[in-house]
């Protein structure tokens, strides 16, 4: 951790928010997901009913729970790393990963015509090329 003081300090400190926040994110809802696969995946298959993606739902579920698992891992671990040594590589990944799942989230939604829900999704995914922007490899 830099120097409260310090001009590196400005930089790292949204870069550990951006981090915790995927992090939060993320774990909570690829855990859900988890948890609660069948609810997760009965509630699925009703949303992609009517849609092209009606076929793929339960190996949709399992990408974008790996996915999700992975980025807020990812997130968590770069965290830790911003605050140990002050690495903003596994925090990058994360946010990087995180924004693919934001995508692949969208693009299900869309697909889905749940364009509420689509909406939705639009602030994290600012949040998460925040992430990406401010913790890009230098």
């Known amino acids: 951790m830099p120097p409260f003081?310090?001009?590196?300090?400005?930089?790292?400190?949204?870069?550990?928010?951006?981090?915790?926040?995927?992090?939060?994110?993320?774990?909570?809802?690829?855990?859900d997901k988890v948890v609660d696969w069948k609810g997760?995946?009965?509630?699925?298959?009703?949303?992609?009913?009517?849609?092209?993606?009606k076929g793929v739902v339960t190996p949709m579920l399992a990408v974008i729970t790996l996915m999700e698992l992975a980025a807020?891992?990812?997130?968590?671990a770069g965290a830790v790393a911003l605050v140990a040594s002050g690495s903003p590589f596994l925090a990058y990944l994360g946010a990087v990963l995180s924004a693919v799942s934001l995508l692949a989230l969208f693009f299900g939604q869309r697909m889905a015509k749940e364009y509420a829900g689509a909406a939705v999704l639009v602030p994290y995914f600012?949040?998460?090329?925040?992430?990406?922007?401010?913790?890009?490899?230098t």
């Open 40 to 53: 997760n995946l009965g509630w699925l298959t009703g949303h992609f009913a009517k849609s092209p993606l």
């Open 72 to 76: 807020g891992a990812l997130s968590a």
């Open 126 to 137: 600012v949040v998460a090329l925040a992430g990406v922007y401010l913790l890009r490899l």
């Open 5 to 31: 003081d310090s001009a590196r300090f400005t930089l790292w400190l949204p870069q550990l928010l951006c981090a915790a926040f995927l992090a939060i994110l993320f774990l909570q809802s690829g855990l």
